[in-house]
């Protein structure tokens, strides 16, 4: 019923609300994945990172440095991907921030010629940024089942 696109009584009582991205399951699993893609990138290039080490060009503070920097990003990345797959807030959040980052260093390495790392970061950022937002709008707020069951909750 609601895949065909037909408002939906509000949970206030009010005017039907229209159908949200909510109603199409197949958006969260796409961010899901999108955002394990990139939580699966940045555990390959911290590991990257651990193997330059002994190498001639990085020296091997700044290495460990990257690596521990990069894998650290990368734990969170995942639990943003397993916290949007159980509908939760924290996933929606951390996503949109961790994109407009990752936007910005991917422009960066644009700019200095990385251009296949570049473009595949910017591409990334770019289509999971457009499905969070899709979602952003679609996640209920903390209180909003207290106040669809008539219940006051703490904003009065």
């Known amino acids: 019923m609601a895949s065909s696109g037909s408002p939906s009584p509000s949970p206030r009582g009010g005017a039907p609300r229209p159908a949200t991205t909510e109603d199409r399951p197949g958006v969260r699993r796409l961010g899901t994945v999108l955002l394990g893609a990139e939580a699966l990138c940045l555990l390959l290039l911290g ?14 503070s700044l290495a460990i440095g990257l690596a521990v920097f990069i894998l ?56 999971t940024f457009v499905v969070l937002l899709a979602l952003v709008r679609a996640t209920p707020l903390p209180f909003d089942d207290e106040e669809a069951k008539g219940g006051r909750g703490p904003r009065g």
């Open 72 to 127: 650290l990003f990368a734990i969170a990345v995942g639990l943003a991907a397993l916290s949007l797959s159980r509908r939760g807030r924290f996933g929606l959040g951390f996503g949109v921030t961790w994109q407009l980052f990752q936007a910005l260093v991917a422009a960066s390495m644009l700019r200095a010629a990385i251009v296949v790392v570049g473009g595949i970061g910017m591409l990334l950022a770019i289509a």
């Open 47 to 60: 590991g990257f990172m651990i193997t330059r080490v002994g190498s001639q060009d990085v020296g091997a």
